[in-house]
């Protein structure tokens, strides 16, 4: 049974930066899209930023220039830097996967496997 594990969630100031942690077992995740969706309160869940098998990475609009996705196939982890955080970025966190090998991963929140989600709050 696959398992996913996020962690590094916290509260920051406006302008600051986090680094989210999934780590997967269960899986060969290195054959899968990867990614990072968020669920704000009464908003419904949405893409942060996939990463294929490939390595490709898609990201929303909203994070843009701030975010970064990551892998470490070796380490079956997935990371995500974020950057000049907002205080619109707050939201729960999710790590979720899917076994496509899609060329670019989607951000529509359709993935089979999910974490617990790591709680983010930016303050102003």
């Known amino acids: 049974q696959g398992q996913l594990v996020e962690s590094g969630g916290g509260s920051v100031q406006a302008g600051g930066s986090l680094r989210l942690s999934c780590a997967a077992s269960g899986y060969t995740y290195s054959t899968f899209c990867m990614g990072w969706f968020r669920q704000a309160p009464g908003k419904e869940r949405e893409g942060v930023a996939t990463i294929a098998r490939t390595g490709n990475t898609n990201y929303a609009d909203s994070v843009k220039g701030r975010f970064t996705i990551s892998k470490d196939n070796a380490k079956n982890t997935l990371y995500l830097q974020m950057n000049s955080l907002k205080p619109d970025d707050t939201a729960m966190y999710y790590c979720?996967?899917?076994?496509?090998?899609?060329?670019?991963?989607?951000?529509?929140?359709?993935?089979?496997?999910w974490g617990q989600g790591t709680q983010v709050t930016v303050s102003s």
């Open positions: 979720a996967a899917n076994p496509s090998g899609a060329y670019i991963c989607g951000l529509r929140p359709a993935y089979n496997y």
